[in-house]
């Protein structure tokens, strides 16, 4: 059971992503061809994640907000290069990818959110690697319908009570609003949506652990990241 705080941003945050999934049918940003071919969830989802981490400190919805906007960017000028190894082969022929965007903005927003919900500099450090592996690992997991949203909404560990149970709720209510919609595949959450998601459930277990938590998060999470990121490579190609 969650407590009477953490309800009051579920509700609200689910609310707010169907509202916003309205609001983009209606005028999508940047015109309508860009989104409807995927038929993006993805910003509604990430305002309703992000207002939802804001009421904990304004830094957990901007690291919502910062993920969301680097996914934004990779859904709108991504390419096909895909993988940690293929960003370092980019750089190295003179190009960036859009996917080496994503991590580098993530990764600078992380630490930002971390040095102001932390004390310090060892947690701080925790903190970032918590938020960006978590944004990362939802986003590895968004390879089938409705996947990364069920994951969202089961994932253990994540706080019922004190300061982590609100973005941990908004996280869970934003994620519940767009699952039926993602499972049937009448929408898609996309790197906007994803990243968005899974950096409010990382802000949520940095507001709710201490060290000893934050370490094991960030274990588990670059364990996750190292081997995810090949499965979720090969899954893609399959899916075409």
Known sequence: MIDESARRS??????????GQALVRAAPPGGRARWERTRHAGPAVAVGAGIAAARVHPAAGAAVAAAGVCGAY?????????????????LRDGGITSGAVKPSGISAA???????????PVDTLLAGVV????????NLLDVRPGRAAGAALGVPGLPRKGPGARPAAGA?????????????????LGDTGAHALGAALGAAVVAG??????????VALVAAARYGDRVSTLARAGRG
């Open 74 to 90: 990779d859904d709108i000028a991504g390419d096909h290069r895909r993988g940690f190894r293929a960003h370092p082969r980019a």
């Open 131 to 138: 938020i960006a592996g978590s944004a990362h690992l939802v």
């Open 172 to 188: 869970m209510g934003a994620a519940a609003a767009v699952l039926p919609d993602d499972a049937g595949e009448r929408v898609m």
């Open 110 to 120: 992380g630490p930002a959110a971390g040095a102001v919900l932390t004390e310090r």
């Open 10 to 19: 579920l509700f609200p945050a689910a609310a707010l992503t169907r509202a």
């Open 209 to 218: 652990n201490r060290r000893a938590g934050l370490l094991a998060h960030a």
